[in-house]
């Protein structure tokens, strides 16, 4: 069964840094990633994706993030920060499901907390 | 609709007491799931339609969750006999499709509804 891990549950940086958040992923075969952002009372929502190809990926909100087999992991990354960005942070793993459908493995999520 | 509605937005019902919880995915969107999202579990999958029907119900926790489609559209997930544990936020998300490589496009969620058993 695949897994996801988010090792760090709250991460604080100052607005203007940079940002990478990990994520370790478990799968048998070929992944499917995504990162979720969720705002408090919101639902989630999609910041990007991965299914092949390009190993670096770009996402809504000037987030990317890189796909790497060897490590298994997918960080979401962003080069600046702004304060809007607070907010939990989901990675999660897509597998193909009995009917069709696409059920999501989430990782615990990342608390993420910007300072001015 | 524009996006994926879920209704009500928070539930407080007293223990023991069934609950309907209602979700109104885009529309066109054939695939349906919900999720649950607890303090101590993380998101939990629960349930997938693909049109009215659902082939994977294997994510709901006990036969007191049970959750149908009509007409390709609404979702109603009912929990009867609602008990302390079942306190969470309960999400839905639809698709463009369940089938093909449409399956893997990613989710839109709702809102979520917050339901508290007291």
């Known amino acids: 069964a695949q897994s996801v891990t988010q090792p760090d549950i709250h991460i604080t940086v100052s607005e203007g840094a940079s940002l990478e958040l990990r994520c370790n992923y478990s799968?048998?075969?070929?992944?499917?990633l995504f990162w979720y952002v969720q705002s408090p009372g919101q639902g989630l929502q999609l910041l990007l994706k991965?299914?092949?190809?390009?190993?670096l990926v770009q996402g809504i909100k000037g987030f990317e993030a890189e796909f790497k087999r060897s490590q298994s992991s997918f960080n979401l990354r962003k080069p600046s920060v702004h304060w809007s960005d607070a907010a939990e942070y989901f990675c999660?793993?897509?597998?193909?499901?009995?009917?069709?459908?696409?059920?999501?493995?989430f990782g615990t999520g990342t608390q993420l907390k910007v300072e001015l | 609709g524009a996006g994926v509605s879920q209704s009500p937005s928070n539930k407080v019902t007293e223990k023991g007491k069934d609950v309907e919880l209602r979700c109104d995915p885009i529309?066109?969107?054939?695939?349906l799931y919900w999720y649950r999202q607890s303090l101590g579990q993380g998101l939990e999958f629960l349930i997938y339609?693909?049109?009215?029907?659902?082939?994977?119900k294997s994510g709901l926790p006990s036969d007191r969750f049970s959750a149908e489609r009509t007409g390709g559209s609404v979702s109603t997930l009912t929990i009867q006999r609602t008990q302390q544990e079942d306190s969470a936020v309960y999400l839905c998300?639809?698709?463009?499709?369940?089938?093909?490589?449409?399956?893997?496009?990613?989710?839109?969620f709702g809102s979520g509804t917050r339901l508290t058993v007291v």
């Open positions: 998300a639809s698709s463009r499709s369940g089938t093909g490589t449409n399956r893997l496009y990613g989710y839109t």
């Open positions: 799968y048998g075969a070929t992944p499917y």
């Open positions: 991965y299914f092949s190809g390009d190993t």
């Open positions: 999660a793993v897509g597998a193909g499901i009995t009917g069709g459908g696409n059920k999501l493995t």
């Open positions: 529309s066109g969107h054939t695939a």
């Open positions: 339609f693909q049109g009215n029907s659902a082939p994977d």
